[in-house]
């Protein structure tokens, strides 16, 4: 066993007593297809737009180029950008407009979880069951996700953000948290007691969790940073995730959970219990390090927040530019 | 001469003297890469956010799929969605994920024009400069814009949106303009007038117009939605457009400016003098229609918009997942 | 019931007594990937070479690009093609290049069968098997076809072709057949008879059947050319193509069948039968006009041919340059 | 200098001597776009074919996947190969097809120079000129390469094939030269002596030079195959490339000269007069281990050859499945 009684050697058993105990299919209806997304509702826009004091914007968005985290992992490459058109064209007048007007046009191929983006609910399946008790293959076949493609939250992801800098917490002089670092309910209440009343978390939230491990990359280089070791959510937090009725929770790595994961044998067991299970939405490779060093200037921990994803019909995933406003 | 003073015969004089009129080149110094955005600053943000009443939000992107209204020209091709793995995999189990956790994953290829975007300022140049006063081909070659790349714009577009909903005030019974249809200075005061406080323009504000080009291919297909006949902007709206000191503005429409073109043999002259010279920042293919609805129903035409690119970096222009909440 | 003794109502029940007639399941081992290539062996790569008597190479191949007869269905799109640098940054002197030397690189997306393409043993499934008694699902998923990919071909599609050109023997005067048009055994026969001994069909030939639909389409533009009305063999040759051993077949056409096809509610029956139960390969969008000029011109009917698809691993079909000597 | 006089320090010098000995420019008028192509004729082709005596065929071809040998260099990633519909949905049913029948479909993305492939004369530039004195921006744009595009060697390239083994004849036991040899005019006459009569090489022929460079990637994994140290063609032997009148010429390695290269700081500059100057095909990443352990088996080292490009219109290089035929 593990500190948080973990059995290391059985994340079968482990995921199927969380995702029994906190499981939400159902809860909106048969049909629901927005899972934790129900929570985040009108009044809760409104108490975020309210936290707009100075009028300062931050990007929690990492660029979109050939020079990112992913490594060809199962197929995710980095985007690759190319020109249709370009001013060299336009200077030497080749295009074939009139009146001297010159155009640059661009294309791009890339894996839509390759930078920042949010998990659809039709991302991630426990035993080929999706969402609200779907089964998978009636969700998300080559056609895409046809039920909780990533178009269905158009325009309902914007409300109260919080940030839980945990590396600053719980980290080094630097903020930042060592690989393997297990980000346990305790860390998370023990960083919200640090931040004060601002960072205080609830139904309708938009969650975002710092680690430090994005700020490291950037000084160190990407290596690993894709799959490979990294702080983390527990698998232990699965309980909060669902209790605390938060709307979605983002954080500055790849996978959202701590890695190596906590189990021998194991693969992102806390996504098949709160992707499937929970219905929630999960964000990765935000850029939280701008708008932490802000809340730790200023000491306020939660900002209007907008994080609508690109609305690719069918998407499981999809990039998105968040921006918080204080 | 047309009405509105233009000299049908003569593109290329029209946009030279509306350039010279409207040049915001070295406003901001030599170095400045972000034009009109300079306009959007912190209190407009304040302000915008407080017009937050009721905490409804609108989507006001298009999807982004195959079957859009691109339709191929200059290889501007629809998105294509596709997969790496699907719930059919995982549900029969050949994933090679231990505990049950099955996947699915997906990529896309798309022209960064291709649904709801922004045009960046390195999109359109005048006789081989860009914005500020660049050589076309010292700013955007085949690696992509390297100076006024759309991710230089991260987070900044944020702030008071304003919708004129001229379809509703100048069209049909239907709310529409018909094709050919020049919105002017006069058509946009008469909107504002028509519409009341609210839908006051002027510095930094970002601008909504409504055509009801889009409601119109909703209803009878695409056809030529992209780059057909269609209401837009007039070339004589060039000094408005810089007059007011508006951050950005978008339309529901393919092109922004009214098509075919104020002149006998032009494409797109307004584009020449907005972007490069004026630098503004130019919305296309945006749905205004579910919030023009309720701009109609209660009145108010302003409200809190975020609309961020996605930083693909180097992008001349960039998908954009538009959020108004009023 | 149609000539051909067709019952017009009944497509699945004509599918399933062309299957049982003419499955080659378990022929060649139940380990079989490679169908009737088995029939090319060396010795009919002797008899071939020994057709190239002046040494008259003939490019089979459609250009690759944006212009071709895709028009998106089931998003095959047109080939889009991109530089990742041109001859103008070269000019520029920017590529950053030592002692003057500057390059051109290039991207291409596009479907695998956009163009002249062979279709794989994976392409096609009837009622959920594959070739050779396969289940579907096990032979092609998202990661592709993990059995019969089309890089199981790599080298064995080269030797003696012969051009049946059925549209100059019972076309029109321009050498067109009619839309619509089912080429039966009787017009496959009538061709061979009129020109002669050099096109004696059997055991491991390639064989190319010109119906003129490309060339009509060369003349009139693309139009429905992909998936639309077009001369093609008859559902009733699917004996004879089982019986005569051939290796390969292709045509000028997008589909291979005629079409529409012969039966009230179908779509491609011939292909139901051809490649998963004769495990038959198919080529489609060949252009045999030039070859086929040359031909009539000489009354000689057979050449050597190479026809190699680029080996995409796991490909269920793929872009091939066919090139016939005589 | 270096043992072949070589000036380290003076590439450009060494550069513009060589192209001033060897250029093509003019030699088949100022219209020619074919360059080395023109010494294949029908002659040669006759040649080659003669040559088929087992009828034993060779694919030259590397797979295209996500496994090569890419790693990210100036945006050439591996080919990400994705389906449009797989046996999954096939089985299940639901692709809305009639009478049981089921269908798989793809696409892919990648540089065109990824795998096994043909330089174009557009693919490389001296001081801004390519082949024939055209001004590098008047041949490749954005739109691709419109004079010298792949397209234009349509069906061209078939004919007599030969095989030099250095690696065999020069290397160690494993048949594999070490990284960074030089392989000069010296080791390929003495591989064409140890091969034998066969192995002459003359005006229209087809050339493969074999390294090993490959087959050690086989063994030891990619590592650097893809830019890094390797073994090739000597800067030197750029007078033996024009003087034999070869129409083309691949290796088994990425790069097809030394590297590092021969000179101080450098890159490629033996392309820098192949390309443009001689106007020579040069082909990279072509597997001829199978062909060459056939060759030292039966001592013939020369054969057909079938290596005709993929024609993605105005491509500078292209995907090619070559096929040797003795």
Chains 1, 2, 3, 4 share one sequence.
């Not at 906590?262 to 693969?267: G, M, V």
């Not at 000491?299 to 998407?315: C, E, M, N, S, Y």
Request: net charge negative; hydrophobic share 40%; charged share 20%.
């Amino acid at each position: 066993m593990t500190p948080g009684g973990l059995d290391r050697t059985d994340p079968e058993g482990a995921v199927a007593a969380a995702a029994k105990r906190n499981s939400n299919w159902g809860r909106w209806g048969t049909d629901d297809i927005l899972g934790t997304l129900n929570f985040l509702d009108e009044a809760k826009r409104r108490e975020g737009a309210a936290l707009v004091r100075r009028g300062a914007s931050f990007s929690l968005a990492q660029t979109f180029d050939a020079d990112g985290p992913p490594k060809g992992w199962r197929r995710r490459t980095n985007p690759v950008h190319t020109m249709l058109d370009t001013g060299l064209e336009a200077e030497r007048g080749t295009q074939g407009f009139p009146h001297g007007i010159g155009g640059a046009d661009d294309v791009v191929f890339m894996p839509l979880q390759a930078s920042t983006q949010w998990d659809g609910l039709g991302h991630i399946f426990d035993h080929g069951m999706a969402y609200n008790g779907r089964r998978a293959g009636d969700v998300v076949t080559s056609e895409g996700d046809k039920v909780t493609g990533i178009e269905t939250t158009a325009g309902l992801i914007a409300g109260r953000g919080v940030l839980l800098d945990v590396g600053r917490v719980a980290g080094d002089a630097a903020g930042e948290l060592p690989d393997g670092f297990a980000i346990t309910v305790e860390h998370l209440e023990a960083t919200v007691a640090a931040h004060g009343d601002s960072a205080r978390v609830g139904r309708g939230d938009l969650l975002l969790v710092r680690t430090g491990r994005l700020a490291r990359a950037r000084r160190e280089g990407w290596g690993d940073y894709a799959g490979g070791p990294s702080a983390g959510l527990s698998f232990t937090t699965a309980d909060w995730l669902h209790d605390t009725e938060i709307a979605g929770i983002a954080t500055d790595t790849w996978g959202f959970e701590v890695r190596p994961n906590e189990f021998d044998e194991a693969f992102q067991p806390l996504h098949q219990v709160a992707i499937p299970h929970i219905g929630l939405f999960l964000g990765e490779m935000w850029d939280l390090d701008a708008l932490a060093a802000d809340c730790a200037a200023d000491g306020v921990h939660d900002f209007w927040l907008t994080a609508a994803p690109i609305p690719v019909t069918g998407a499981v995933g999809a990039p998105v530019a968040p921006v918080a406003v204080k």
